[in-house]
């Protein structure tokens, strides 16, 4: 149904600029930063009421909806933007106090943020200097506030940099907060602490943009209206003079569809799908291949069929008809997505989104996109952890934002059995099942998933061991299910078990889990690890070789982690300066110390010290994604499974050939890795029995190989014990190797095949 209808996105885009970055823009005294708001549409006969924005993205912040309508925010959290009760930043999404559901919209300021009820209501958090939450004070909110007078009735809200304003039911406006450029629209250049009406525009309008200092509404006549600050011609009426009151864009009396506005220049979608742009071009952000100023719309090159649109602080972003998504302007922290740092002036393609993306939100340098199946991707600054992915790493190529996944944007694959999520957050599993390890409350195999037994929704993570399989659920507590001899199942017993137990002492507070053949081991909200169930080779980090059957602290990792991987008798942690630190069993120099002795407690890993943006590890095998998009792999090399032309084991890591850049995820088998490149294919390399390579054939491959058809839209990658599992952008899965248990989902191949029920949107 979404593409019936208009869908608004607030963004937010640069607002103040860092020194020097833009020498022709001094900024003047008084002068802020905006925030923009964007429109998403798929070109109707006749403009129709907005549906939801599910996406939003402040000057160092995002913020997303959820499927059951809660709101999750990361990032920049200095005034409680964030919604959680503290001024504290987050790396990874943390939920919005008292909005767990309920709520149809999102729009964020510089650093406030509002929401839209299903009642019609508003309510707004974080910054209110100026007012710009509307609860008749000036006092920062760290959790949601009523805006007063807005508690039934508006259907869109648009944030600036500190303004916020909202369409009514009846078509009307309503601005509040900073107006010292007349941003509210009023007549006035005074500040308002509650909402006060638009002059003018008390019907007709069907949508609404804010940005720094000005504001701009959609009428439902397809027109353009615009008010506020008008340097460099962002107002589009041919002049550059200040305007307190709305004024037509020249040019745009009819025709138009959507609408956003970036800190100096407007953008809009006209009805046949071009785009057009008009302010400040300094960086190529109108995208008509110049950088000359424009007071009056142009026409934005190589972008037709336009859907939903962004504009951020110098660039944007816009979502093409066919659901990929496309950047133009400045790129000084990769913010359009392509792996460079190039100024843009007409649009490019961003790297791995080529299709299934249904809205785009930009920041201050960074921008984020939404897919079908309600998943996120960001990419481009990352001082405040804005993008989402647990580090503080600029990112040139798109990420996923952790804890907001679709159906399919996470997989697990070990020995013989996998797990997927699908688009409602559902647990599914396959494969063999003779301890229970599919958790349907069975031991009956299963060639095709499987709902996992009462994880049918409410699912962020799903992580299989060998015989064993764990999921962390959106409250942030872990559950396990099937062989528990050992105690991998945390529940304080070795009880087998065929559905979720819960583990103990982890019922909240979870960000990540990891399991390994017989011990799993979670990442906790502070940052701490914690792991459970086998110990024989110190794989559980607290300085001994005793199992246990419940959780127990990771000696000295109790905060400062922002991700853990395990192996089959080793665990290794990703810290929050980039580095990693590993133990366990270490007989092929798994741990990367340049040793090949077992660690009972974490070692760091040489040479890694803070360039690592993700990890994986299986049997003797582990392998990081770099920074800059390159794999480093160290350990057992058997098979060739390093990918660096050998077959030598190593204690240190070393490059994996061909791929020392241009990699956004990796994932590992038994005796085999795997790569998704910025491109969205897929390469793999190592040991091939069964034709887990995904090549057509089943001869070992000591560096990595394109896997047969997999050459773009994929987004994640996982190696069992002989097969492979890939995830595509529309949350399609396909699987390729052995099919003795139906681990394939389907019939079995040496080329990939699609598992049934995991086929993705159509």
């Known amino acids: ?100 559901s309920g709520i149809t919209s999102i729009v964020a300021g510089h650093s406030h943020t509002c929401a839209v009820t299903t009642e019609g209501a508003v309510k707004c958090w974080g910054d209110n200097f100026k007012g710009e939450l509307g609860d008749g004070t000036q006092t920062h909110r760290s959790t949601p506030v009523g805006v007063l007078g807005l508690d039934s009735g508006v259907t869109a809200l648009a944030a600036g940099y500190n303004h916020t304003c909202a369409l009514t039911i009846s078509g009307g406006v309503k601005c509040w907060g900073f107006n010292f450029k007349g941003q509210l629209g009023n007549g006035t250049q005074a500040d308002s602490l509650t909402p006060v009406d638009v002059d003018g525009l008390d019907s007709g309008v069907a949508a609404i943009a804010a940005a720094n200092s000005h504001t701009c509404a959609l009428t439902d006549a397809g027109g353009v209206k615009c008010w506020g600050q008008n340097d ?39 009805q046949n799908g071009d785009v057009k742009c008009w302010g400040w071009n300094g960086y190529g952000q ?63 393609n961003v790297s791995g989104l080529d299709s299934g993306f249904v809205a785009v939100a930009t920041g201050n340098d960074h921008a984020c996109a939404l897919t079908s199946g309600g998943g996120v991707r960001c990419w481009g600054r990352n001082n405040y952890g804005q993008l989402g992915d647990g580090t503080l790493h600029d990112r040139l190529t798109p990420a996923d934002v952790q804890g907001i996944d679709e159906g399919g944007s996470y997989i697990s694959v070990l020995y013989t059995h996998s797990c ?137 990792l109790d905060q400062g982690v922002v991700a853990i991987a395990s192996g089959s008798f080793h665990t290794c942690a990703l810290t929050a300066s980039g580095g990693v630190k590993c133990w366990g069993t270490n007989f092929f120099g798994n741990l990367g110390d340049g040793t090949q002795i077992d660690r009972h407690t974490p070692v760091d890993v040489q040479g890694l010290d803070s360039v690592v943006t993700a990890l994986t590890a299986s049997y003797g095998l582990t392998c990081a994604l770099t920074h800059n998009g390159g794999v480093k792999c160290w350990g057992k090399n058997t098979y060739g499974q390093l990918g660096d032309g050998t077959q030598i084991d190593r204690s240190l890591p070393v490059d994996v050939i061909g791929l020392e850049h241009g990699a956004t995820a990796i994932g590992t088998g038994l005796e085999h890795a795997c790569a998704v490149t910025t491109e969205g294919g897929v390469k793999c390399w190592g040991e091939n029995s069964y034709g887990k390579l995904g090549d057509g054939s089943n001869t070992d491959r000591l560096i990595p190989i394109d896997v047969f058809g997999l050459t773009s839209g994929f987004v994640a990658v996982d190696g069992g014990e002989e097969h492979t599992c890939a995830v595509a952008a529309d949350g399609g899965v396909k699987c390729w190797g052995q099919n003795t248990y139906g681990q394939l989902g389907v019939n079995p191949g040496w080329a990939p095949v699609t598992v049934v029920g995991l086929e993705g949107s159509e």
């Not at 200040?242 to 970036?262: E, K």
């Not at 999520?421 to 647990?427: E, K, T, V």
């Open 420 to 556: 997927a999520l699908n688009s409602n957050g559902g647990a599914k599993c396959w494969g063999e099942n003779n301890f229970g390890q599919l958790g349907d409350g069975t031991t009956i195999d299963r060639f095709s998933p499987a709902f996992v037994s009462g994880l049918e929704s409410g699912v962020i993570a799903v992580e299989a061991g060998s015989v064993h399989s764990c999921a962390l659920t959106t409250n942030g507590g872990v559950k396990c299910w099937g062989l528990n001899t050992s105690g991998a199942l945390g529940d304080g017993t070795t009880n087998n078990r065929l559905t979720p137990v819960d583990v103990i002492g982890l019922e909240h507070s979870v960000a990540a889990i990891a399991t390994g053949t017989a011990h799993t081991c979670a990442l906790t909200n502070n940052g701490g690890v914690k792991c459970w169930g086998d110990n024989a080779a110190g794989q559980l980090g607290d300085g001994t070789t005793t199992a246990r059957e419940i959780p127990v602290d990771v000696s000295g």
């Open 232 to 270: 460099h011609g962002r107002l589009g009426d041919g002049t550059t003079t200040d305007r307190p009151t709305p004024v037509d864009v020249r040019g745009l009396v009819s025709g138009a569809i959507s609408l956003t506005a970036g800190y100096s220049h407007t953008c809009a979608t006209l």
């Open 1 to 100: 149904m979404r593409s019936k209808y208009l869908l608004v996105i607030a963004v937010v885009s640069c607002l103040l600029l860092w020194p020097g970055a833009v020498p022709s823009m001094q900024a003047q005294e008084g002068d802020t930063v905006y925030l923009p708001t964007v429109l998403y549409v798929d070109p109707p006969p006749v403009i129709t009421p907005p549906e939801n924005v599910r996406l939003t993205a402040g000057y160092n912040h995002a913020c997303v909806v959820t499927d059951s309508g809660g709101v999750k925010c990361w990032g920049q959290n200095e005034y409680g933007q964030l919604g959680d009760d503290t001024t504290t930043t987050r790396r990874t999404p943390v939920d919005v106090i008292g909005l767990d």
């Open 286 to 348: 109108l995208g008509d291949g110049t950088q000359i100023e424009r007071s009056t719309p142009v026409d934005v090159r190589d972008l037709t069929g336009g859907g939903a649109i962004a504009a951020g602080n110098t660039s944007t972003c816009a979502v093409s008809s066919n659901g990929g998504v496309k950047c133009w302007g400045s790129n000084g922290y990769g913010q359009l997505g392509d792996s460079t740092r190039v100024v843009r002036y007409t649009p490019v």
